[in-house]
């Protein structure tokens, strides 16, 4: 059975930054696309970022373009995300999630982690 734990979210003023952690179990992480979902009090889950199997391709929403960065290691079956220029608009429940490619939609997606808040404080 696969397994996303997400870690790292927590409280941050405007303009600061964190590093989100998302650690895969059960798969290697090479057998899936994986990639960050956020999720505002009543709003919609929304895409933030993903990356291949490869981690050759990456994708990003129009609204962290140049302040989020998506990673991974590979021996540690692990993706991150970092955030940096953190806006009060960036609150909500992160969620990382793996599916069959990189062009994640919250439709094809195999497997979700818990999630984990992430508060902007302006």
């Known amino acids: 059975q696969v397994q996303l734990v997400e870690s790292g979210g927590g409280l941050v003023q405007a303009g600061g930054s964190l590093r989100l952690s998302c650690v895969i179990s059960?798969?290697?992480?090479?057998?899936?696309?994986v990639g960050w979902f956020r999720q505002a009090p009543g709003k919609e889950r929304e895409f933030v970022a993903s990356?291949?199997?490869?981690?050759?391709?990456?994708y990003y929403a129009d609204s962290v373009k140049g302040r989020f960065a998506i990673s991974s290691d590979n021996g540690k079956n692990t993706v991150f995300l970092q955030m940096n220029t953190l806006k009060a608009e960036d609150t909500a429940v992160y969620y990382c999630a793996a599916g069959p490619r990189v062009e994640l939609r919250p439709t094809i997606v195999a497997y979700w982690g818990q999630g984990t808040q992430v508060t902007v404080s302006s």
């Open positions: 059960g798969r290697t992480l090479n057998s899936y696309a």
């Open positions: 990356t291949s199997r490869s981690g050759g391709s990456r």
